[in-house]
């Protein structure tokens, strides 16, 4: 098991990790995907990319399912098993060490339901350091790729569920759809009142909608206190919204 980080862990309500070794470290973007996606019945979550294991773990706490988490960074990875070994649903995590295009082609296992903050996309809310890791990850996983493993794994009725930066989603849509992945719930992100959005949660299946639900979220009023919104979603999850 690898060294553990003496930096202080992230705490939920539900768990705590530590994410300072990761190139994807907790923040909102996975923060609001991992509690945005329906579970419904899900049996079998797999979590594309999971860095530290944030959006596996909020998986887990939401749900009685068996949860696998691939990550290619080997440092990453490490840190997502330590953080699984320590959570009280241990036994229903898997950190799997392995290039998803590779595991997509391999794997006799199925999925309920697929998430991702996909790695390898570069935005303004990370460090230059997680710019040019991330960076490293587009050589190795891209939207066609990414669309094609989705369908090889997921099961017929299955959902994918995952978070863009805004202005990617509708070349990512185009080539979902060149997949036989429809659209049918979006979640357009504001990160402050009066600004535009910047992030959009996304839910396909293999199932056609003839009407896309589409629902906003405003992270900051124009004073840049967080939203009401904001803290009736967050308020089961994270420490200090109570009040």
Same mark, same amino acid.
């Given at each position: $098991?690898?060294?553990?980080?003496?930096?202080?862990?992230? /705490?939920?309500?539900?768990?705590?990790?530590?994410?300072?070794?990761?190139?994807?470290?907790?923040?909102?973007? !996975?923060?609001?995907?991992?509690?945005?996606?329906?579970?419904?019945? !899900?049996?079998?979550?797999?979590?594309?990319?999971?860095?530290?294991?944030?959006?596996?773990?909020? $998986?887990? +706490?939401?749900?009685? +399912?068996?949860? /696998?988490?691939?990550?290619?960074?080997?440092?990453?990875? +490490?840190?997502?098993?330590?953080?699984?070994?320590?959570?009280?649903?241990?036994?229903?995590?898997?950190?799997? /060490?392995?290039?998803?295009?590779?595991?997509?082609?391999?794997?006799?296992?199925?999925?309920?339901?697929?998430?991702?903050?996909?790695?390898?996309?570069?935005?303004? $809310?990370?460090?230059?350091? $997680? +710019?040019?890791?991330?960076?490293?990850?587009?050589?190795?996983?891209?939207?066609?790729?990414?669309?094609?493993?989705?369908?090889?794994?997921?099961?017929?009725?299955?959902?994918?569920?995952?978070?863009?930066?805004?202005?990617?989603?509708?070349?990512? #849509?185009?080539?979902?759809?060149?997949?036989?992945?429809?659209?049918?719930?979006?979640?357009?992100?504001?990160?402050?009142?009066?600004?535009?959005?910047?992030?959009?949660?996304?839910?396909?299946?293999?199932?056609?909608?003839?009407?896309?639900?589409?629902? #906003?979220?405003? #992270?900051?009023?124009?004073?840049?206190?967080?939203?009401?919104?904001?803290?009736?979603?967050?308020?089961?999850?994270?420490?200090?919204?109570?009040?």
């Amino acid at each position: $098991m690898s060294k553990k980080s003496d930096k202080r862990p992230f /705490h939920l309500k539900q768990f705590s990790l530590f994410h300072h070794r990761s190139s994807m470290k907790v923040g909102t973007d !996975s923060l609001l995907l991992g509690i945005w996606t329906p579970i419904n019945e !899900s049996e079998r979550i797999l979590d594309v990319g999971t860095g530290c294991g944030i959006l596996a773990l909020l $998986m887990a +706490a939401r749900s009685n +399912a068996l949860i /696998h988490a691939v990550e290619l960074d080997e440092v990453s990875w +490490a840190e997502a098993q330590d953080n699984f070994t320590n959570a009280n649903f241990s036994k229903r995590l898997t950190a799997i /060490h392995n290039d998803f295009n590779h595991y997509a082609d391999t794997t006799s296992q199925k999925y309920d339901l697929i998430v991702s903050n996909p790695p390898y996309f570069i935005n303004d $809310m990370r460090s230059t350091e $997680m +710019a040019r890791s991330n960076a490293r990850h587009g050589d190795s996983l891209n939207y066609v790729q990414l669309c094609t493993g989705v369908t090889n794994l997921l099961k017929k009725n299955g959902r994918f569920c995952l978070v863009l930066p805004y202005d990617e989603s509708k070349s990512f #849509i185009a080539i979902a759809k060149n997949n036989g992945l429809n659209l049918n719930r979006k979640l357009i992100i504001f990160p402050k009142r009066g600004l535009q959005p910047n992030r959009i949660n996304l839910e396909l299946s293999f199932k056609s909608s003839s009407e896309v639900i589409s629902d #906003i979220f405003v #992270i900051r009023e124009e004073t840049n206190q967080f939203s009401k919104q904001y803290i009736r979603f967050f308020r089961d999850y994270l420490l200090g919204l109570d009040s």
